[in-house]
């Protein structure tokens, strides 16, 4: 059974930084992705990074660019996400997702495979 665990949000100011972390279990990473989305109350669900697992190639959605990084932890089955330079509109339950390999990278926010429970960041200015 796959479980993907979310950890790290909170409340931080504009400015600041989190980092996010998604721990896989029953789950091998070969030939697959993972990756971030995001969503805020009445707005659609927005896929913010994604890291092929193999290569570690990665893809950023524009608002986030140059402010957050996705990374992983092969040994530990673990993928973070460094958010730096927090917006209030950063403020969302961010979701950790798994699935199988997509190309491009991009085409992996259409329909992962597994999701996590989600964890809540607020960014107050």
């Known amino acids: 059974q796959v479980q993907l665990v979310e950890s790290g949000g909170g409340s931080v100011q504009a400015g600041g930084s989190l980092r996010l972390s998604c721990a896989a279990s029953g789950y091998t990473y070969r030939r697959s992705c993972m990756g971030w989305f995001r969503q805020a109350p009445g707005k659609e669900r927005e896929g913010v990074a994604a890291i092929n ?3 570690g190639t990665t893809y950023y959605a524009d ?10 932890d092969d040994a530990k089955n673990t993928v973070y996400l460094q958010m730096n330079n927090l917006k209030p509109e950063d403020s969302a339950m961010y979701y950790c997702a798994a699935g199988t390999y997509r190309f491009p990278l991009a085409n992996f926010f259409s329909s992962p495979d597994y999701w996590g429970q989600g964890t809540q960041v607020t960014v107050s200015s």
């Open 53 to 55: 697992r193999d290569s």
């Open 63 to 72: 608002s986030v660019k140059g402010r957050f990084t996705i990374s992983q």
